[in-house]
């Protein structure tokens, strides 16, 4: 060893596998809902896509990298600005107040430590820092498996709905993901 050098640390490389002991099925209906969910924003994607007037590659552009809360407001804003409305705007509004509730229920879900209480439940639990002297706070709740698949079925409903809704608008292509 030169003078002046520091031998190097030898760490371990053992690999530590965490298991998250949730029953199999809630894992599937998780699964099942993430997926519904990524359905739904690509519904939400198409109904923007088939409201622009410009080529593809641009509305690709306009809806890539938005967050979901701003595809819905696109969503509605655009489609109050379209003059060939085929569905009474009130439906496509209560169409984004729904999806916009799964969004909170799904955030809900994937920003919360999983937790399996028995074979027919499991619980969430988040930890929040609060400002202004609330400090950490956290927040239980307590799933049932018909509930997330209750919301996964919801979910790719609204997708439906909204995909229907603009299928044949106008000459559509797929959006550009």
């Given amino acids: 060893m030169r ?13 530590i596998l965490l298991e998250h002991g949730l029953p199999e099925e809630f894992v599937h209906a998780i699964g099942e809902l993430i997926a519904n969910f990524a359905q739904l924003e690509w519904s939400i994607k198409f ?8 080529d593809q590659a641009q ?9 979901f809360l701003r595809l819905l407001e696109m969503l509605r804003s655009l489609y109050f600005h379209a003059t060939n ?3 009474p705007l009130q439906q496509v509004e209560a169409l984004c107040d729904a999806a916009e509730e799964v969004r909170k229920y799904r955030n809900k ?4 430590t ?9 619980e969430t639990k988040k930890t929040t820092i609060r400002t202004r002297g609330k400090g950490v706070q956290q927040k239980w709740e307590e799933l049932n498996l018909d509930e997330l ?10 997708s439906g709905e909204i995909t229907g809704i603009f299928m ?3 000459d559509i292509s797929p959006p550009v993901m």
Avoid at 47 to 54: A, D, F, K, P
């Fill in 109 to 112: 879900l994937l920003h919360s």
């Fill in 47 to 54: 109904g923007i896509q088939t409201l622009l007037t410009c």
């Fill in 3 to 15: 003078a002046g050098s520091m031998p190097k640390e030898k760490f371990p490389s053992t690999l």
């Fill in 114 to 122: 999983l937790t399996k209480i028995d074979n027919e439940n499991i």
């Fill in 168 to 170: 044949g608008y106008h």
């Fill in 59 to 67: 509305k690709g552009i306009i809806t890539a990298d938005q967050n």
């Fill in 85 to 87: 409305k085929r569905v």
């Fill in 149 to 158: 698949k209750r919301l996964s079925n919801k979910i790719q409903s609204i």
